[in-house]
């Protein structure tokens, strides 16, 4: 329950920081998705759909961007710090 409500809570946080980014830049998350930050030194964006908020494993990756971060993403976005590979390989295990 309470990883729901941090998730819910990062969310929000992010969607705002990600919608005001994305005002400036021209870049639009479609409805119903998420833009994402990975890696540990240089950042890739990546589009994820929220339904992956509900997913145990990636409410991992953001308890470790909780730990890193903490609300302040550099970014503008959420930004996970783990390796572009570890991210990928728990997104595709997500897709199915």
């Given at each position: 329950m ?22 400036t ?13 990975v ?6 964006r ?8 509900n997913?145990?494993s990636?409410?991992?990756?953001l ?9 302040d ?7 996970i ?15 199915g």
């Amino acid at each position: 329950m309470a990883a729901r409500f941090l998730a819910k809570q990062i969310l929000r946080r992010s969607v705002f920081a990600a919608r005001k980014a994305a005002s400036t830049s021209g870049d639009v998350v479609p409805k119903g998705f998420l833009a994402v930050y990975v890696g540990e030194a240089q950042k890739k964006r990546f589009v994820v759909p929220v339904t992956f908020l509900n997913q145990p494993s990636f409410q991992a990756l953001l308890s470790k961007a909780e730990e890193e971060f903490g609300f302040d993403h550099p970014m503008g976005g959420l930004t996970i710090p783990c390796r572009e590979e570890t991210f990928i390989n728990v997104t595709s295990q997500l897709n199915g």
